[in-house]
C-alpha cells in the first residue's frame, strides 16, 4: 500500500454556537468539539451514589441517550412508554435538578428495536438558545429554552431490528444529521432556524432491507458525525457502513472516502472516528475492522492515504479519546481499556475494566468512562501502562456518555440523571 506522507493541520471545532451559553457548557454528544475533550480544571474523582450528589431527577424509562448542558439547562431524552409511541426531551435546572419541562412526540407506529437500546437513545443538541432533538421515526425538532416548538421535520420511517442512535450536531447555522439506520442512509443538513433542507447526500448500500446487506449479514451506522478543519477547510467526518466519508459542510460535496469498515460480521460504525495530528482513526463495529488514515487527501483516498487496517477488533460501541499522540479506546466486549498506536494500530497496553457503551471523556488530565454497571472509571492516560485513579459506581445500569460542564459531571443511568460534584 502506497503511504502519503502529507501531514494534515487538524481542528477541532467548538461545532455549537456558544454565543448565549455560559461557562463550560457541554453542548452536544462528546463536548465542545464532538471529541470527548473537557476544558474543565476540577471535576470530581471519586464519588457514589451519596457522596458528591448535588441532585438527581428520575426519568421514566432507560435509554442510551447521553445528557448536554447549556446555558443553565440539563437536556436528555427518555421515552414514556415502552413501545416508543411517546418520545420525549427533558429539561432540567442545572443548579438544582427541578424539572423545567417535558416536551412529546407522538408517534403511533411501534418500530422494532433491541433490548439493548431503548427507544430516545439519540443526544441533543444545543446552542444556548435552542435545542434539536433526532427521534428517528418520529423526527427532527427544534425548540427553544422554554420548551416551545419552533419546527420540526418528517424525515421518513428508519428501520431496524437494533434501533436507532445517531445524534445531531450544530454547526454555525446549520444542523448536521446522520440519518439511520434503515432502508434509506442520508446524511444531510437543516437549518437552525427554519428546519429547511439546504443539503442531503445518499450513501450507497446494498442488500435486502434496512438491516442486512446483500449476504445476509448485519449492517447500519449509528455514528455521529464529527466537524473538523483540515488544512484551513471544514470538513464533516462520518463513519459509515463500510467507509468513512468526508463532506463539504457547505454543500454536502463528498471531499474524501476511505474504504476498509466492510467486516466479515457486517457493514457496522458505532463509535465516532477520532482525529489528531493529521491522522484519523476509526473502528467497525462487532468486531469489524480498525482503521488508520493519513488526512489530506482529495477522492478516493483509500490507497493513497490508508496508513493501517486491522481486520479483526474487540466490540466497539463507545468512542475513544486521541490525547498526546496515543488513541484510548473502550470495548463494549469483552470489557477492555485499550492503548493504540494510531500510526501503525498496534495496541500498545489492554486493561479489563467492564463492559463500555458510553464514550470516553477527558479533562484535567483524567479520563472517564462509565460501564454498563454505571460504574464510572477514571483514568491517567499513559502509553505506558493502566494508571487508575477511582472507579465510582452509582448503582444504576447505564449505557451513556457523562457530560462535564464548570467542574461537575453530568451522568445519566436508566434511572436517573445525576450531578456530580465536589
Same mark, same amino acid.
Given at each position: ?41 476540577a471535576p470530581p474523582v471519586t464519588w457514589n451514589a451519596t457522596t458528591n450528589v448535588k441532585w438527581k431527577a428520575p426519568l421514566p424509562r432507560p435509554a442510551n441517550g447521553s445528557p448536554i448542558v447549556s446555558n443553565g439547562r440539563v437536556f436528555v431524552t427518555s421515552a414514556q412508554d415502552d413501545e416508543g409511541h411517546k418520545r420525549s426531551l427533558y429539561c432540567f435546572d442545572r443548579a438544582d435538578g427541578k424539572q423545567l419541562w417535558v416536551h412529546t412526540v407522538d408517534f403511533p407506529k411501534t418500530m422494532p428495536t433491541h433490548k439493548t ?90 442488500? /435486502? ?7 445476509? /449479514? ?20 462520518? !463513519?459509515?457502513? !463500510? ?100 500510526? !501503525? ?78
Open positions: 500500500m502506497r503511504h502519503c506522507c502529507k501531514a494534515a493541520t487538524i481542528v477541532l471545532l467548538a461545532i455549537a454556537c456558544v454565543n448565549f451559553a455560559s461557562g463550560n457548557d457541554w453542548p452536544g454528544f462528546r463536548g465542545p468539539a464532538g471529541n470527548g475533550i473537557a476544558t474543565d480544571e437500546n431503548p427507544y430516545c437513545g439519540s443526544t441533543p443538541a444545543a446552542n444556548g438558545e435552542v435545542v434539536v432533538v433526532w427521534h428517528a421515526s418520529a423526527g427532527l425538532v427544534c425548540l427553544d429554552f422554554d420548551g416551545k416548538e419552533l419546527w420540526s421535520r418528517d424525515l421518513g420511517e428508519f428501520e431496524h431490528i437494533w434501533g436507532y442512535g445517531t445524534s445531531p450536531v450544530i454547526y454555525q447555522d446549520r444542523v448536521i444529521l446522520n440519518s439511520g439506520p434503515g432502508e434509506r442512509i442520508f446524511v444531510a443538513a437543516y437549518d437552525l432556524q427554519t428546519g429547511k433542507t439546504i443539503w442531503e447526500v445518499d450513501e450507497p448500500q446494498q442488500g /435486502k432491507n434496512g438491516s442486512e446487506r446483500e449476504d445476509g /449479514k448485519y449492517k447500519g451506522s449509528w455514528c455521529t458525525p464529527i466537524v473538523a478543519n483540515v488544512d484551513g477547510k471544514d470538513q464533516v467526518i462520518c !463513519t459509515m457502513p !463500510t467507509r468513512v466519508v468526508a463532506f463539504d459542510p457547505k454543500d454536502g460535496g463528498v471531499i474524501w472516502t476511505c474504504d476498509g469498515i466492510r467486516g466479515p460480521k457486517g457493514d457496522l460504525s458505532y463509535s465516532q472516528p477520532l482525529l489528531s495530528d493529521g491522522i484519523l482513526v476509526a473502528i467497525g463495529g462487532f468486531n469489524g475492522p480498525g482503521l488508520g488514515v493519513r488526512l489530506g487527501g482529495i477522492g478516493d483516498i483509500t490507497e493513497s492515504n490508508r496508513l493501517w487496517r486491522n481486520e479483526k477488533n474487540p466490540q466497539s460501541i463507545g468512542s475513544g479519546v486521541f490525547l498526546d499522540g496515543y488513541v484510548y479506546r473502550p470495548n463494549a466486549g469483552p470489557g477492555t481499556m485499550e492503548c493504540l498506536d494510531p500510526k !501503525t494500530g498496534e495496541v500498545i497496553w489492554t486493561e479489563r475494566l467492564g463492559n463500555c457503551w458510553g464514550s470516553i471523556v477527558y479533562a484535567a488530565g483524567r479520563c472517564y468512562v462509565t460501564d454498563q454497571n454505571g460504574k464510572t472509571h477514571v483514568f491517567k492516560p499513559s502509553p505506558e501502562k493502566y494508571e487508575g485513579l477511582g472507579a465510582n459506581e452509582l448503582g444504576e445500569p447505564s449505557n451513556s456518555t457523562p457530560a462535564i460542564s464548570d467542574d461537575q459531571i453530568f451522568i445519566r443511568t436508566f434511572n436517573h440523571v445525576y450531578c456530580i460534584g465536589e
